[in-house]
């Protein structure tokens, strides 16, 4: 006589380990991944903000607080004319 208790066991050990595969193991992977992408662009924010103050520190030598502020100014403005003007 065969031992249905162990096979009717090992089914749903098999049928347990399919879903946890399907459901589980996905999410998992989504929520690492989104850990590391929340991560990467904190990072990626704080070297860029660092740059630019080391830019505005590297103007400001040369031109003064501000004429480094007028520059900086300048750009903005001119960048913001150029997006308006390319909104359509």
Same mark, same amino acid.
């Given at each position: 006589?065969?031992d249905y208790a162990a096979?009717f066991a090992? %089914?749903?050990?098999?049928? !347990?380990?399919r &879903?946890?595969?399907? /459901?589980?193991d996905r999410? $998992?992977r989504?929520?690492? @991944?989104?850990?590391?992408g929340?991560?990467a662009?904190?990072?990626g924010f704080?070297a860029?903000?660092?740059?630019? %103050?080391?830019?505005?520190? !590297?103007?400001? &030598?040369p031109?003064t /607080?501000?004429g480094?502020f $007028?520059?900086?100014?300048? @750009?903005?403005?001119g960048l913001?004319?150029?997006?308006w003007?390319?909104r359509?």
């Amino acid at each position: 006589m065969e031992d249905y208790a162990a096979k009717f066991a090992e %089914f749903l050990e098999q049928v !347990a380990t399919r &879903i946890r595969s399907v /459901t589980v193991d996905r999410v $998992a992977r989504g929520i690492r @991944l989104t850990g590391l992408g929340i991560l990467a662009l904190t990072l990626g924010f704080t070297a860029v903000l660092f740059l630019l %103050f080391a830019i505005f520190g !590297a103007l400001e &030598i040369p031109l003064t /607080t501000a004429g480094a502020f $007028a520059l900086v100014g300048a @750009l903005f403005v001119g960048l913001g004319t150029y997006l308006w003007i390319k909104r359509k």
